[in-house]
């Protein structure tokens, strides 16, 4: 079987405390090129997490000191994005429902195929990768968007749009009829932590780029304000 490298590598944090389960899943991320990490307990999942960013997280439900349904929702609560997938044991069906509205992304019952895992991981990345999500060409509301030639054209009319008003599209298009906040959007974006500075800088993109998309600015049918939560996309 040959190795399927992604061509940007993804960092995994791997939460699991059976250690021959642990090593397994190791050995079969790093062959498909990801970058894992381990943690054997859910504190010390919460400290890795607390220290640095990863791409997704495998979380297994059974831990010892925290729970993986207490550790994924304490990270939701404190507003990490990154994509969860647990790991459950047979017969956790509960569980598996409480985990998904705690914020989880997906599931895999164990015992699991490793080529199954490998097509759920693919499966959340492309879901929470806006480029993967919606390519470099697109519909968005009633505008055709060129990502790559940063232009979108709504019938005969070309508007130019930078490079930050495309990635903010782009998020957009990969979530959409999702209410998206501001420390979201910035973190995703910009890829940093949001400040009253990041409050100020995404609501002014925001705005720029409604006077770019929107035939009316006052009513926006595009990006829609959801009051005193975010913005959304709906269609």
Known sequence: MESKVPTAQKNILVVEDEQNIQSALVDFLEYHGFAATVASDGLEAERIAAERSFDLILLDLMLPKISGEQLCSKWRQEGLQTPILMLTAKGQEKEKITGLELGADDYITKPFSLEELLARIKAVLRRTDPARAVGQR???????????ALKIRRQDEEIEISKREAEIIQYFAANPNRVISRDELYKEVWKDTMTDLGTRTTDMHIAKLRS???LDTNDP???KTVRGAGYKYEI
């Open 221 to 223: 049918k595009i990006i």
């Open 212 to 214: 770019k998309i929107e």
């Open 138 to 148: 697109f519909q968005f509301g009633d505008l055709n968007v060129d990502i790559a």
